[in-house]
């Protein structure tokens, strides 16, 4: 409720933590990144970006 009232319409999760979806409400995208240094977060930049790009430019509001 809290996120619907601050306006968000994306969110982007990095985690590899499960939560319940909210479909209705927002668009998702879902990266299962490790958090150990041994993982490379800046092989998926690409796809944030644009992800959060199409969300600004369509007005939205996006959590990470």
């Not at 990095?14 to 879902?30: A, G, I, P």
């Not at 969300?55 to 990470?64: E, F």
Request: with cysteine; aromatic share 10%.
């Amino acid at each position: 409720k809290d996120l619907i009232e601050m306006g968000i319409t994306h969110i982007l999760n990095v985690s590899c933590k499960s939560y319940t979806t909210r479909d209705e409400y927002f668009k998702y995208l879902h990266l299962p990144i490790q958090d150990n240094t041994g993982e490379d977060a800046r092989k998926h930049f690409r796809i944030t970006n644009r992800f959060i790009r199409s969300c600004i430019n369509n007005g939205g509001r996006i959590l990470v």
